[in-house]
């Protein structure tokens, strides 16, 4: 790993995820999460203050990126319940079938390599009623932002750690086996549109 990815990366994509409008949509989701809880891409923990105490008794957080994990210690300290980091990607996900009852994953599909591996390991670990809640950047529905997003991707991707602007989250949630209960779209206010299309919403293994 290079000195850019493993010391730069990590505190601009920290910076990046603590916008304003980032942090609204992180309200509008994570307090939905309860019980066994594991988080996907937990990255810098900017959800950590947003999970509801009394709906949460245990939080697994999973992510390849320890020095992520390392800025998040404040937040991590903080919380009422256990908390627990395990370092390996999404596609691995150490975990027994239905053993948890919220997978919560944000801002991570758009750059998990093999995201529809990911989102089968998500269904497999989920207990019977659980969810999958999510909230996600990706492709846009209008065709001159597709474009834009298209184009930018290469670049973006190189320098923003694998992030991809256009990958469509409600074909790779079908695709990895989940069922789409509820979802809202719109582009975040006060964010350039090719990467501001948000999707957010929560799905059942199909
Ligand atoms: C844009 S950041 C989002 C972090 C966090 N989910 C948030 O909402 O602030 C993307 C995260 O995906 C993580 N990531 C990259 N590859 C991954 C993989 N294969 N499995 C799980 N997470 C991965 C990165 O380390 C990074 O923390």
Redesign the pocket.
């Known amino acids: 790993m290079s000195f850019y990815e493993q010391r730069i990366l990590?505190r601009l994509?920290?910076c990046?995820?603590?916008t304003a409008p980032?942090m609204k949509q992180?309200e509008k989701v994570v307090p939905q999460a309860r019980g066994t809880v594991l988080?996907?891409?937990?990255?810098?923990?900017?959800?950590l203050p947003f999970y509801d105490p009394t709906r949460v008794t245990r939080l697994i957080g999973?992510?390849?990126?320890g020095t992520?994990w390392k800025l998040a210690g404040g937040r991590a300290a903080q919380l009422a319940f256990d908390v627990e980091f395990i370092g390996?990607?999404?596609?691995r996900i150490p975990l027994d079938d239905a053993s948890v009852d919220t997978v919560l994953?944000?801002?991570?599909l758009?750059?998990?390599?093999?995201a529809v591996a990911?989102l089968r390991g998500m269904s497999r670990v989920l207990r019977p009623g659980g969810k999958l809640i999510f909230?996600e950047h990706g492709k846009a529905p209008d065709t001159d932002v597709c474009k834009w997003q298209d184009r930018i991707n290469p670049l973006w991707s190189k320098l923003?750690?694998?992030?991809n602007l256009n990958r469509d989250i409600q074909g790779l949630l079908a695709a990895g086996g989940f069922h789409i209960e509820q979802m809202d779209t719109m582009y975040l206010p006060g964010t350039p549109r090719f990467t501001g299309y948000n999707v957010w919403g929560s799905a059942v293994p199909a």
Request: proline share 10%.
């Open positions: 990590p994509i920290n990046a995820c603590g980032i992180r988080e996907i891409g937990i990255g810098t923990g900017h959800n999973l992510d390849p990126s992520s390996l990607p999404s596609e994953v944000t801002y991570s758009c750059t998990i390599p093999d990911a909230c923003l750690g694998g992030c």
